[in-house]
């Protein structure tokens, strides 16, 4: 099977943000991380060994905010307010 190596997929789950370091080639490989840095150094070190050290794809719903530090206990998209409902994190 031909594959583009492993990637990290954003989990979002009742205890926060998660992240899939998986490979649809090698479906055996994937683990789940807390740390997304982690995540993305394990997909390295398993495209390093199967895939001729390609860099491995991030799948996020918001992909400009994917590796900033300050993101990892926001939830994409909105920040709750019971005051005012919904506001867009970049306002």
Known sequence: ??????????LFGDDGVSYLSSCEAHR???????DKLRAREYAQEHNDAQ??????RFHTFDA??????????????????SDTGSTPLNE
């Open 28 to 34: 055996d490989s994937g683990r789940v991380f807390t």
């Open 64 to 81: 400009e905010r994917a590796f900033r530090p300050s993101d990892d206990a926001v939830v994409h998209g909105t920040a709750q307010s």
């Open 51 to 56: 895939h001729h050290g390609q860099a491995p």
């Open 1 to 10: 099977m031909k594959s583009s190596g492993a990637m990290v997929t954003q």
